[in-house]
């Protein structure tokens, strides 16, 4: 998965003290874009001794001893890097894989900054916390931590077989992938797994089991992966307002997607080799 640098690590611990060296990496970041040049097979992005010095710049976090900072949102990079959409990197394929990792995270920590830096109970500006990721309004002293959101990734199984499905938004996704939906107020993931899967395919679900979770940062989520058993009727009954296919795949056929960055990818790929009752 994405998320899946190994050697490497994320250090994601706030600090507040933390100031550019030369070498820490900068994200200029508008709205779904992020700052990058191409080489000839991977990406780079602006370090700190290319930017203007006069730009302040928050620290994010790091990869193991290399840092990386945020600058003012849509501040103009560097002229040799242009601004590509997020999502485009992950069908570029382009690498190193922390650095879109890291992309993907930036992306979440950028959009939490730049959408409080205004109370929402007064309205008065917003200053950083100084001693943990947060927004603090100095004037009615409510504070505001980073927004995440939880989902669910479905695997919903008949005996030798796997439901597979297409969504019915233009996404530029043409490749299968499983039942999923977030999480409403009130609700244990596991009354969202059965929710979802009632809401879009029709079925009933039982034996609700755990598997994995995956942070997404382009949609501020946190995925939760759950396999399940089908409930009575196998008939798909398809929500055609957020799907356009529904199949029952037997394992052993299940296309995977073309990158091994989603929790979903696994998930599919995992029942199709009949591990998915393997520990992790």
Request: with cysteine.
């Amino acid at each position: 998965m994405i998320q899946d640098i190994f050697p490497k690590k994320l250090i994601n611990a706030y600090d507040p003290s933390a100031v550019p060296e030369a070498d820490s990496y900068i994200f200029f970041i508008k709205g779904g874009e992020v700052a990058i040049r191409f080489l000839e097979t991977s990406l780079e992005l602006p370090k700190y001794r290319d930017c203007p010095v006069e730009l302040q710049y928050t620290y994010l976090f790091s990869i193991d001893e290399e840092c990386f900072f945020l600058a003012p949102y849509e501040e103009t990079p560097p002229e040799e890097f242009s601004f590509v959409k997020i999502r485009e990197l992950r069908k570029m394929g382009f690498g190193p894989r922390y650095l879109i990792y890291a992309a993907f995270t930036a992306m979440q920590l950028a959009g939490w900054y730049h959408d409080n830096r205004f109370c929402g109970t007064c309205g008065n500006p917003t200053v950083h916390d100084s001693k943990e990721r947060a927004m603090r309004c100095p004037s009615c002293g409510r504070v505001i931590y980073p927004r995440v959101v939880p989902a669910v990734i479905v695997g919903v199984l008949n005996g030798d077989r796997i439901l597979l499905t297409k969504y019915n938004r233009s996404r530029g996704v043409s490749f299968y992938a499983l039942v999923a939906g977030f999480t409403e107020i009130g609700e244990t993931l596991e009354e969202t797994v059965q929710r979802e899967v009632m809401e879009e395919v029709g079925l009933r679900v039982k034996n609700i089991r755990y598997y994995k979770s995956q942070p997404w940062g382009i949609a501020d989520d946190i995925l939760a992966g759950f396999y399940c058993d089908v409930d009575g009727s196998t008939e798909i009954r398809l929500d055609k307002n957020e799907l356009r296919e529904g199949v029952w795949v037997p394992r052993g056929e299940v296309i995977g997607q073309p990158d091994d960055f989603s929790l979903t990818n696994e998930m599919m790929m995992r029942f199709n080799d009949g591990k998915e009752n393997d520990p992790v």
